[in-house]
């Protein structure tokens, strides 16, 4: 395979064979391979995307960066038998339209119903409180004047069921919102 160093998609071999796994991808910034591992040896598949009214295939590097990001998300939080897996993800809404945020997640809560795995992720798109998760899952993260930073759990405030969370955090009632004391003007 041209497209990853060879020393790259050994390790990757060795170690889904390990685990009994047939399909496997690497991505990088250009490239996006499916890999399926059989009695024949290893069959290597190029993703290129076909776009309405145009006949030329899209090549990876090609894509803008939410299609690229939704790409990766699905191939890690929606691959079949993922169970007992935990996904550390930081800014999940980055390059992605907030409905196709929100229903990425409702997909993963779905499909992983059964199977103990989770995600923990950092977000700025207040809107998935609402809709996406129960409040013993929502937790804030300030920083102090130091910079330090500490972090609370939604339990630890009182909230009427019937409140937007979202609205409420915006107001500052969580804390967990930048400092907007900062003078642009003094600092240029």
Request: some cysteine; overall charge neutral; glycine content about 4%.
């Amino acid at each position: 395979c041209k497209i990853f160093p060879i020393d790259v998609l050994n390790k990757y071999v060795r170690d889904v064979q390990c685990k009994g796994v047939k399909h496997f991808s690497i991505f990088n910034n250009k490239e996006l391979v499916q890999f399926d591992l059989n009695n024949d040896g290893i069959v290597a598949n190029r993703l290129v995307s076909k776009h309405k009214n145009i006949n030329a295939p899209f090549n990876f590097y090609d894509e803008s960066d939410g299609t690229k990001r939704i790409m990766y998300l699905i191939s890690i939080l929606l691959a079949n038998n993922q169970s007992n897996k935990v996904y550390f993800i930081d800014e999940i809404e980055r390059s992605l339209h907030p409905t196709l945020c929100e229903k990425l997640l409702k997909d993963f809560q779905s499909i992983n119903k059964n199977l103990n795995s989770q995600i923990i992720f950092t977000t700025h798109q207040v809107s998935i409180m609402d809709n996406n998760l129960r409040r013993d899952e929502i937790y804030f993260c300030e920083k102090d004047n130091l910079g330090n930073s500490s972090i609370s759990s939604l339990l630890e405030y009182e909230s009427r069921s019937d409140s937007v969370i979202s609205k409420k955090y915006l107001e500052g009632r969580f804390g967990a919102v930048p400092n907007l004391k900062v003078n642009i003007h003094d600092s240029i």
